[in-house]
């Protein structure tokens, strides 16, 4: 009967271990997909401002001729 209760006890750890283990990949997974869309966002942000330094920079240009 006891060892009846140590491997229902011992599936229930390897089932809660193997739930712990798929909650850390899902999780890596989630933080690479932010880190990714951190990554665009910046280089969005960076085309932006560098299509706004061309733009004053053409505007000072065409002023000085």
């Avoid at 739930?19 to 966002?41: F, G, I, N, S, T």
């Avoid at 330094?53 to 065409?62: H, I």
Wanted: charged share 35%; proline share 0%.
């Amino acid at each position: 009967c006891a060892e009846i209760a140590l491997r229902v006890a011992v599936r229930r750890v390897d089932a809660k271990r193997l739930e712990v283990v798929k909650a850390m990949q899902d999780r890596q997974v989630l933080e690479a997909l932010r880190d990714k869309q951190e990554r665009e966002y910046i280089q969005v942000m960076m085309r932006a401002e560098q299509s706004q330094l061309d733009e004053m920079a053409s505007v000072r240009f065409a002023r000085g001729m």
